[in-house]
């Protein structure tokens, strides 16, 4: 059981490029979400899914986009990557007893 | 809506000292509250949780925390703090109903330090 995996690890960007980050859970959770931290300001909320199909969006949505085609997979496609977009990502999921699993991270720079 | 706020960006305790790691919440349904970990360059962990049940929630790792209505309180707290326990710690709130599916809401965090 691997439960959440993230990739990559780490990026480098450059103003104005495109980019996927990747999401895999196996827990078979419908609830899935993608979060973005940075220092001193605790975690926030970008998108969120509920199941195959399903997405909304959270607090921070803008200049980011989501799919989710599976039960397994929650991409977080950034366009057009700008500096503001510099943080740590972390996906994560969340079973029936509302107890949330979450990835390891991505830590993505803009340059 | 609902809010998080930890109290003190900052926490430095002995080796053996009580922790007290102070969140208070506002929320206008009853909450689920929760209590995170995280170590350095690695995700969060769960580290307890309230939902409804016993006021007084056990977690791993020795802590505990203590739902208070009446002062809007859900501060963690580990008797003897190990060196293991320097990390940062985040309070969360969700609730159950309408149309929040249980989206967590994140306080700012607190840094854990423990010295010898």
């Known amino acids: 059981n691997a439960g959440v995996t993230q990739t990559p690890k780490f990026r480098i960007l450059k103003i104005g490029q495109s980019m996927t980050l990747q999401c895999t859970q196996d827990?078979?959770?419908?609830?899935m979400y993608w979060y973005r931290q940075d220092p001193g300001m605790g975690l926030k909320l970008i998108y969120y899914?509920?199941?195959?199909?399903?997405?909304d969006k959270g607090e921070v949505p803008n200049g980011y986009n989501v799919s989710r085609s599976t039960t397994e997979d929650f991409p977080l496609r950034l366009e057009l990557a700008a500096p503001s977009q510099t943080s740590v990502y972390f996906c994560?999921?969340?079973?029936?007893?509302?107890?949330?699993?979450f990835g390891p991270g991505t830590r993505l720079t803009v340059l | 809506a609902q809010s998080v706020t930890q109290l003190g960006s900052h926490v430095s305790v002995s080796e053996g000292a009580l922790v007290l790691l102070r969140c208070n919440y506002s929320?206008?349904?009853?909450?689920?509250l929760f209590w995170y970990v995280q170590y350095p360059n690695q995700g969060l962990q769960l580290l307890l949780k309230?939902?409804?049940?016993?006021?007084l929630v056990k977690g791993i790792n020795g802590f505990e925390a203590e739902f208070k209505k009446s002062e809007t309180s859900f501060h963690l707290t580990k008797p003897s703090a190990h060196m293991s326990d320097a990390a940062e710690y985040f309070c969360?709130?969700?609730?159950?109903?309408?149309?929040?599916?249980?989206?967590?809401?994140f306080g700012q965090g607190t840094i854990l330090t423990v010295h010898p």
């Open positions: 994560a999921s969340r079973d029936r007893f509302y107890r949330e699993y």
């Open positions: 827990m078979n959770h419908n609830y």
């Open positions: 899914s509920v199941g195959a199909g399903i997405t």
């Open positions: 929320s206008s349904v009853p909450p689920y």
């Open positions: 309230y939902t409804s049940a016993a006021t």
């Open positions: 969360a709130v969700t609730n159950a109903g309408g149309t929040s599916y249980g989206k967590l809401t």
